[in-house]
């Protein structure tokens, strides 16, 4: 009998752990607006602003969500929280910007985020945008890196255009202030191996160029030898 009341007693405790273990939000996606491209039926509220709809799937078990924008070129951020998977945002025309979601599950769950995406707002008489800023790739901002055999680094980034007409890049890359144009190249090749010397601080960025003579900063990152 005595085992009988243990055995019940355990698969009670068993099952209240179960229940106790608070449910996490599920993946799910971005709808829109469209990754890599320009946004162009947004609500225009004056000549320098519109209000941009922002979607995304539901996620299983969310309790709330936050959008988080940033406009590329300032850096400016903006994270708004919902219950609902759409968000109405005013945003400046003719500026490139990310946008993710993080969904919340059940208090205590840990959250989950989806991948960013970017797109341009579009503009009034603006029939060619410049690149979205590149994205430095490595080294990361702040990393110490082991140069190669032959004391050169790889500098990589990935860019995007909505209008699909880059033409190159401009590397940049000093132990000042990444002001030293060191390398020009198309817009096929985006990794640079850069020559270094041990135990020194550099500063790279990148610029994206398009054919219509259109450009895009990274901002610079910084990273360390040993």
């Known amino acids: 009998m005595k085992n009988t009341i243990y055995l019940l007693s355990f ?3 068993m099952a209240c752990s179960k229940e106790s273990v ?3 939000a599920e993946a799910f996606n971005l709808v829109y607006p469209n990754n890599n491209e320009s946004c162009l039926d947004a609500t225009k509220i004056n000549d320098t602003q519109s209000q941009v709809n922002f ?3 539901a996620s299983l078990y969310a309790e709330s969500y936050t959008l988080n924008v940033t406009n590329l070129m300032t850096s400016a951020s903006q994270n708004i929280q919902s219950t609902e998977s759409s968000l109405s945002v005013m945003l400046s025309h ?9 969904a919340q599950g059940e208090q205590g769950s840990d959250p989950i985020s ?5 797109f ?14 590149p994205e430095l790739v490595t080294p990361r901002a702040s990393a110490t890196v082991m140069p ?10 990935v860019c995007n255009d909505v209008d699909n007409d880059l033409a190159g890049y401009k590397v940049y890359l000093d132990t000042t202030d990444g002001t030293t144009l060191v390398k020009e190249m198309n817009q096929d090749t985006t990794e640079f191996l850069a020559d270094v010397v041990l135990n020194e601080t550099y500063y790279w960025k990148v610029i994206a160029i398009d054919a ?6 990274s901002g610079v990152y910084a990273f360390r030898t040993q």
Do not use: H
Request: no cysteine; glycine share 4%; aromatic share 16%.
């Open 94 to 102: 003719s500026e490139p910007y990310s946008w993710k979601v993080t």
């Open 114 to 118: 989806t991948e960013a995406w970017k």
């Open 55 to 57: 979607r995304w799937s």
């Open 212 to 217: 219509n003579g259109n450009t895009a900063s």
């Open 11 to 13: 698969f009670l405790l």
């Open 22 to 24: 608070p449910r996490a």
């Open 148 to 157: 190669d055999s032959n004391n050169q680094v790889k500098l990589s980034w």
């Open 120 to 133: 341009y707002l579009a503009g009034e008489n603006v029939i060619n945008y410049a690149p979205f800023p």
